[in-house]
């Protein structure tokens, strides 16, 4: 498997700011001396303008001077992030470099009085590791820093490499915009380090110390003038006498190790089969409570167990007898006699009968629910369930009521609306519900606005209706009751004032009369009106006005027919024809003399009075507007034109005005005629809405608000109902179970060899056990507490330590859920034997990888995970792409850490057979997002890869406790091709590619722990 674990990118050295502008010219001298501070040029330019127009520029420049070490007399521990190894370790590899690593990725070079030569630059700060011995007094309490005075000068490194030693790291790659971009864009990527490249002894105590480096930084730290330096010289050399005084910025102490790296402890530990782990004998032939004897020892499991492990069978009659004594004695029932009841009777628990809903251990019990209280080798792990319940009785108890917090103040609030709903029952019944739909309307007039009638309000539904709305109102009720005073006055005593809703509603009576116009008012439609005979339609008188003549021509034609009947002596029919002519002829002659005044009283007409219809009035020169009772001037007939006279412009000006008022439309429709609404339908809507077995319910179901774990209301009860909580504990509870003992988590761990790693596999039946005594023993203490539960919550669900578990994308929504242990217990089926269980029913027994070991003690963050094998194109198993990580750990003191993984013993051992899964190997596996430095231990011949390098590969002293450093200038030996030995002392990044120790990884199969 070809995976990248991290990318670093190094730089001997990182300015910015003003420091990036010292001038390339002021470096160091040869001694390592500099100026006490950097002093550069800075310039602004000044643009001279007069009356608006550019008359120039001037320059203004000053030299700056920038701090130097001498002006340093403390840092902020927050500048350090991390410090290798971490403070008070214990065990330390001898063969790594001591760090310290900084936030600011240019921090170790901020206040250096010089300017790089090339790719080096010296920090104003160093590094040392000092043996006790080479230390003598210690001053915690310095003006204005703590100071150390050191007695062997060999201790402390050379000044002149320390160039070497600091660098500057980049996770990633450097994007195209720069280093400066990417270090202002992307601050976290970019970090400092300093290194101590000191050769630290096996087995020793060391004191790490962060000090100046310039003499100009240890007089500011020990509180002297250092402005009267004229330079800045190393705060030590070869001239340096002991004892020398330093200042301390920072410090830090740990212990080195024997021996031994990651590698060469991983190396160390031996996969082995072990396959008679989990299991102890225990003598249950002197239980009492008259139990009889088993005759046999039994075997007690753990939480763990070798994978081929398992507990002998216990069968046969003395087994039968055992379990039918246990089942007589935990099933006790308290006879009820005619004197009352009789003394209660203590007996065990029947652990989970709450939470199976069964009372006794019988053959209708679950299968789970017999096991455990029948069998003395399930019954114990349930009876520590109880003592562990008991031992922290008061922390769990106080966690519980701190949950409940909000529903014992529910539960106040549902109390009193039970009895809310009660008194409302009794008045809705008494009062409400004999009334008549008219009563009904009125009495209820205040919640019209809130209640729906579907779709609409009551309110919008009475605004739509011959009722008025105020008809309903308080004051209207006042106003007609029957005894008030104005019922008094007109005698109206006995009227009811509902009957008058009723008759509004019928329209048999109206608040408020039909709209009418005002007396006297004449309308241009009245006028109209009164110009036409009364006799006949209006569009009738029209129609003879405009065709008056087909009435002559009848006329004329019934003369004719008249006379030629009475020349040939028919009189009568002569004389009606004749009569018929006459009168047709007079009705013409009159129509035609009053058309002109029907035709206007036609066409005048309000509707037909638009600006529109002015406007086509023909053009009046001759028209004047006259006082009322004066006639025109007859001279004004004369007047002749094709314009409109002053007085003609301004009446048709203002004629058009009036018109378009008159035709405006209006701002809002008429709203449509009121109807008669059924006041029985209504008034039986709004008892409806009213009914308070719905109405508190619904309210105080909008007042409480409930998680996710809490079902209220609940199913087919009352939706009034107390809340039943049930707490919720998420800490894992193998941790009491192991303090009690380790061998309840695993029997036989004092027979694990030292430096072994094995397979196991979780014993669900021993966990499913323990927690369901867990959880009867906190539902009995809830229960004594008056605690608000009905005693069937899995308050325990969660056995092993999930807390590490790496999500995956697969992995559900609810990833909380998922990792619990077991299922709610209520939920067992009752056909289910303990063991069968498991929250996650894929998983099973599931394997667990333990290490007897000092790995994972020396090396906490040390990355463990399950990889899928592959065969490669030789035949052999290699490292796939499917990572597992493990889903929980533990430890057992001082050296036994294990982890579970998503895996069963079948799936990690695999298959040989080509197409078939190859199970799984263990990986262990150095962080690689913690890099260290530092050469190897030991040499393993010529050096071809910088990551072979070793300490044997320099001259190290005949004495190992003579203080030795990584030499610099000095090249190692046996490295060849393809390394370039110019590489080693060239720059920090250089240096820093050599000495980092690359992370080592370690796979193991499975099947070699696996039978």
């Avoid at 520029?57 to 971490?86: F, K």
């Avoid at 309490?141 to 402390?156: E, M, N, Q, S, Y």
């Avoid at 031992?391 to 949950?403: E, G, I, P, V, Y």
């Avoid at 013993?905 to 040989?912: K, M, V, W």
């Amino acid at each position: 498997m070809s995976v990248e674990l991290g990318k670093h990118q190094f730089f001997p050295w990182v300015r910015r700011g003003a420091a990036a502008h010292i001038d390339p010219a002021t470096v160091e001298k040869t001694d390592g001396s500099a100026g006490q501070r950097v002093a550069i040029p800075v310039g602004i330019t000044l643009r001279k303008t007069l009356g608006g127009a550019d008359v120039g520029t001037a320059q203004v420049s000053v030299t700056a001077q920038l701090y130097g070490p001498g002006d340093v007399v403390g840092v902020d521990p927050r500048h350090v992030i991390r410090t290798e190894p971490r403070n008070l370790t214990a065990n330390y590899e001898p063969n790594y470099f001591a760090g310290i690593e900084f936030d600011h990725p240019e921090f170790p070079w901020l206040v250096t009085p010089a300017a790089p030569g090339g790719d080096r630059l010296r920090p104003w700060i160093s590094l040392i590791c000092l043996k006790p011995s080479e230390l003598g007094a210690l001053a915690a309490a310095g003006k204005p820093l703590p100071t150390i005075t050191v007695t062997d000068l060999r201790a402390l490194p050379d000044l002149a490499d320390s160039y070497a030693w600091a660098h500057t790291q980049i996770t990633g790659d450097v994007t195209a915009a720069g280093l400066a971009s990417l270090i202002a864009d992307q601050p976290h990527r970019a970090m400092s380090r300093l290194l101590c490249p000191r050769h630290l002894e096996p087995d020793t105590a060391y004191h790490a110390f962060l000090v100046p480096a310039y003499d100009t930084g240890v007089l500011a730290g020990l509180g002297r003038d250092a402005s009267t330096a004229t330079a800045s010289r190393p705060a030590w050399d070869a001239t340096s006498q002991s004892p020398l005084t330093l200042p301390v910025y920072f410090s830090f102490d740990f212990h080195t190790s024997a021996s031994g790296d990651f590698e060469s402890l991983v190396r160390q530990i031996k996969p082995r089969e072990l396959d008679q782990l989990g299991f102890r004998p225990i003598d249950v032939d002197h239980a009492g409570w008259g139990l009889p004897k088993a005759n046999r020892t039994l075997d007690l499991g753990g939480a763990l167990k070798s994978p081929n492990a398992q507990a002998r069978p216990w069968t046969g009659q003395d087994a039968d007898t055992y379990r039918s004594a246990v089942s007589d004695l935990i099933n006790v029932a308290t006879p009820a006699t005619a004197d009352g009841p009789a003394d209660p009777v203590i007996a065990p628990p029947v652990y989970g009968h709450w939470h199976a809903a069964h009372p006794k251990v019988d053959a209708g019990a679950p299968a789970w629910m017999r096991s455990l209280n029948q069998d003395p080798r399930n019954r114990i792990p349930a009876g520590l369930g109880t003592r562990v319940v008991l031992d922290q009785r008061s922390q769990l108890l106080a966690s519980a009521w701190q949950q409940v917090a909000g529903i014992i103040a529910a539960n106040d609030l549902l109390r009193r609306a039970q009895a809310a709903r009660a008194a409302l029952a009794q008045v809705y019944a008494v009062r409400l519900q004999p009334l008549t739909g008219e009563a009904t309307l009125m009495i209820t007039a205040a919640l019209h606005t809130s209640l729906k009638a579907s779709p609409k309000t009551v309110h919008a539904t009475l605004s739509a209706s011959r009722i008025p709305v105020r008809a309903a109102s308080a004051a209207f009720r006042r106003v007609v009751r029957p005894l008030g005073p104005i019922s008094r006055r007109q005698g109206a005593t006995s009227r009811s004032p509902a009957s008058l809703l009723g008759r509004l509603n019928r329209g048999e009576i109206s608040v408020v009369p039909p709209l009418h116009a005002p007396n006297g008012m004449v309308t241009i439609d009245q006028v109209s009106d009164g110009l036409l005979p009364p006799v006949l339609p209006s569009w009738l008188w029209l129609l003879l006005a405009r065709f008056w003549w087909l009435l002559l021509i009848a006329g004329v034609i019934l003369l004719a027919l008249g006379l030629l009947l009475a020349a040939s002596g028919l009189l009568p029919p002569a004389v009606v024809l004749l009569g018929l002519g006459l009168l047709l002829i007079a009705t013409a002659l009159a129509v035609r003399g009053r058309s002109a005044s029907w035709t206007v009283a036609v066409d005048v007409r309000t509707s037909g009075l638009t600006a529109q219809t002015l406007e086509a009035v023909p053009p009046r020169a001759n028209f004047r507007i006259m006082p009322a009772g004066q006639p025109q001037p007859a001279s004004d007939a004369t007047i002749a034109g094709s314009t409109d006279s002053a007085d003609a412009t301004g009446f048709r000006q203002e004629a058009t005005t009036l018109a378009g008022m008159v035709q405006a439309p209006l701002l809002r429709p008429l709203p449509p005629p009121p109807v008669e609404l059924d006041l029985g339908a209504l008034s039986a809507t709004i008892l409806t809405r009213l009914d308070p077995t719905v109405t508190v319910a619904t309210r105080i179901e909008s007042l409480i608000q409930v998680g996710p774990a809490v079902t209220w209301p609940r199913p087919g009860r009352d939706r009034l109902d107390q809340i039943m909580a049930a707490p919720d504990f998420p800490q894992p509870m193998y941790e009491p179970l192991r303090d009690l003992a380790k061998a309840y988590i695993l029997p036989g761990l004092d027979t694990v060899p030292p430096d072994t790693m094995t397979v196991l596999e979780a014993n669900h039946a021993f966990i499913e056990a323990y927690l369901v005594g867990l959880n009867h023993e906190m539902a009995r203490q809830l229960l004594w507490h008056d605690y608000p539960t009905d005693m069937r919550g899995s308050y325990f669900r969660q056995f092993w330590d999930v807390r590490s578990y790496v999500p995956r994308p697969s992995d559900p929504a609810d990833l909380k859920e998922a990792l619990k242990d077991i299922r709610p217990i209520h939920t067992w089926p009752d056909g289910n034997d303990l063991g069968s269980n498991q929250n996650r029913a894929d998983l099973g027994d599931n394997v667990v990888l333990l290490m007897r070991g000092e790995l994972i003690r020396r090396y906490p963050t040390a990355v463990i995970y399950a990889c899928q094998a592959v065969l490669g194109a030789d035949g052999k198993r290699q490292l796939g792409t499917t990572e597992l990580h493990p889903l929980y750990r533990g430890a057992f003191d001082p050296d036994v850490t294990y982890f579970g993984f998503p895996l069963t013993p079948d799936q990690a051992r695999g298959s040989h057979q080509p197409g078939q899964p190859q199970g799984y190997f263990f990986v262990f596996q150095q962080q690689p997002t913690e890099p260290r430095f530092g050469l190897e231990p030991a040499a393993v011949g010529p050096v071809t890869d910088w990551n072979d390098l070793s300490w044997e590969d320099f001259d190290l002293p005949a004495d190992p406790t003579v203080p030795f450093f990584a030499p610099v200038r000095k090249q190692p030996h046996n490295v060849q091709a393809p390394l370039d030995l110019n590489d080693w002392g060239k720059d920090a990044a250089r240096m820093a590619v050599i000495t980092l120790r690359r992370p080592v990884r370690v796979a193991i199969h499975a099947e070699m722990m696996l039978p």
